[in-house]
């Protein structure tokens, strides 16, 4: 199970904190994922993280803006996300994938199977 929280109504410029609490899973032996879907437009792949050894991917929208991080003794993963803009406006999904390795690369953002809810930014100018 993956649970998501930390959305909120935010104005441009400003911080949000996403968390992904996670249960069910050997959290360790998996790759977590972010991943937003905006109106209108496709899912996207926002970042990953391999609680395992904190390998991290990043799309080249989000670079330099937003970081995720885990906590491995309470199975979380987490998504700050500074200087939002409103094209950053979407409801923020995460995600997981056995096995570590869909965190590179190679293959993120695909094949991520197990998901969250979701939870809503929303970025006002």
């Known amino acids: 199970q993956l649970v998501e929280s930390g959305g909120g109504l935010v104005q441009a410029g400003g911080s949000l904190r996403l968390s992904c609490a996670t249960s069910g899973f050997d959290f360790e032996d998996y790759a977590i994922g972010w991943f937003r879907r905006a109106p209108g437009k496709e899912r996207e792949g926002v970042s990953c993280?391999?609680?395992?050894?904190?390998?991290?991917q990043y799309a080249d929208s989000v670079k330099g803006r937003f970081t995720i991080s885990t906590d491995n003794a309470r199975n979380t993963v987490y998504l700050q996300m500074n200087n939002l803009s409103p094209e950053d406006t979407a409801v923020y999904y995460c995600a997981s994938k056995y096995p570590p390795t869909y965190c590179s690369s190679d293959y993120f953002p695909r094949g991520y199977d197990y998901w969250g809810q979701g939870t809503q930014v929303t970025v006002s100018s």
């Open positions: 993280i391999r609680p395992t050894d904190g390998i991290t």
